[in-house]
């Protein structure tokens, strides 16, 4: 059953004017704030890094450097992506593959799941970028936007983690508006989400759903939480994925907090 949501609650999906400008402001500032002067992320192949490479490289020029970390399940075209990404747009980078660690783990666990091995390999991008972090004073910016976020899709303490996020109040379609504003390049504007988990692996196959259909539904229970399941039926949305979505929610918000800390 397709969605069918009414208008009213897609209207604030709509990009701010000025979008880039500000999300470039917020880089400057945050990064200046706490006495950094280079910035570092992973780029993946994907459009949300991608975007993220392109306001940095706005924000910071030779100052921002993109980590490519390709693993065994990385596909090449997007090893390929990346590079062509870095190469036509002068964007600095360095190529740390992380495929050798990944294949000792498998070696080392030979009953871990893809997932297993794809939070493993989430995990240790993350260690490289705090490592190169570390090595050349960098703040570590993060590309995660605010679909994967709420729905819990994303590996905490992987790519979850980061300094700051000039992304993640975005959702997902609206970091397709913003990279056709960015004209980021169509291989990879056009190319299916993926966490590159295992090979064919897609973010819309596995949810069950298209970010199409689900981000009306997010922003209308963002901007609604009082709205029951049936509430949220009434305004058109197909009961199936109100349901799918308002469980995702629930059962990974604990990824969004910070930990627990006993009070003694």
């Given at each position: 059953m397709k969605t069918k949501p009414q208008s009213a609650p897609t209207r604030g999906l709509d990009l701010p004017s000025k979008i880039i400008d500000a999300l470039v402001s917020f880089l400057q500032t945050q990064t200046t704030q706490r006495g950094f002067e280079r910035v570092v992320y992973g780029l993946s192949g994907g459009v949300d890094s991608a975007v993220v490479a392109f306001l940095c490289h706005k924000a910071f020029k030779d100052n921002a450097h993109a980590l490519l970390m390709p693993s065994l399940s990385t596909p090449k075209s997007a090893l390929k992506d990346a590079l062509e990404l870095c190469k036509s747009f002068h964007i600095s980078y360095s190529v740390r593959p992380i495929a050798p660690h990944h294949a000792l783990f498998k070696d080392t666990h030979k009953e871990a799941s893809l997932t297993r091995q794809g939070n493993f390999c989430a995990r240790l991008r993350m260690a490289a970028l705090y490592d190169h972090a570390l090595e050349h004073r960098a703040l570590v910016?993060?590309?995660?936007?605010?679909?994967?976020?709420?729905?819990?899709?994303?590996?905490?303490?992987?790519?979850?983690?980061?300094?700051?996020?000039?992304?993640?109040?975005?959702?997902?379609?609206?970091?397709?508006?913003?990279?056709?504003?960015?004209?980021?390049?169509?291989?990879?504007?056009?190319?299916?989400?993926?966490?590159?988990?295992?090979?064919?692996?897609?973010?819309?196959?596995?949810?069950?759903?298209?970010?199409?259909?689900?981000?009306?539904?997010?922003?209308?229970?963002?901007?609604?939480?009082?709205?029951?399941t049936n509430a949220l039926i009434a305004l058109g949305f197909a009961p199936a994925l109100v349901t799918s979505v308002q469980e995702r929610v629930a059962k990974n918000a604990f990824k969004l907090e910070m930990p627990t800390i006993c009070v003694v």
């Amino acid at each position: 059953m397709k969605t069918k949501p009414q208008s009213a609650p897609t209207r604030g999906l709509d990009l701010p004017s000025k979008i880039i400008d500000a999300l470039v402001s917020f880089l400057q500032t945050q990064t200046t704030q706490r006495g950094f002067e280079r910035v570092v992320y992973g780029l993946s192949g994907g459009v949300d890094s991608a975007v993220v490479a392109f306001l940095c490289h706005k924000a910071f020029k030779d100052n921002a450097h993109a980590l490519l970390m390709p693993s065994l399940s990385t596909p090449k075209s997007a090893l390929k992506d990346a590079l062509e990404l870095c190469k036509s747009f002068h964007i600095s980078y360095s190529v740390r593959p992380i495929a050798p660690h990944h294949a000792l783990f498998k070696d080392t666990h030979k009953e871990a799941s893809l997932t297993r091995q794809g939070n493993f390999c989430a995990r240790l991008r993350m260690a490289a970028l705090y490592d190169h972090a570390l090595e050349h004073r960098a703040l570590v910016v993060g590309t995660s936007n605010k679909s994967e976020r709420l729905l819990g899709y994303g590996t905490i303490f992987g790519d979850l983690a980061c300094a700051i996020n000039p992304i993640g109040n975005l959702y997902k379609t609206q970091i397709y508006a913003l990279a056709r504003l960015l004209q980021i390049p169509s291989n990879i504007l056009d190319k299916p989400p993926s966490a590159d988990f295992y090979t064919g692996q897609s973010d819309e196959a596995e949810l069950g759903f298209s970010y199409a259909e689900i981000d009306p539904l997010l922003f209308a229970i963002e901007q609604n939480p009082h709205l029951d399941t049936n509430a949220l039926i009434a305004l058109g949305f197909a009961p199936a994925l109100v349901t799918s979505v308002q469980e995702r929610v629930a059962k990974n918000a604990f990824k969004l907090e910070m930990p627990t800390i006993c009070v003694v």
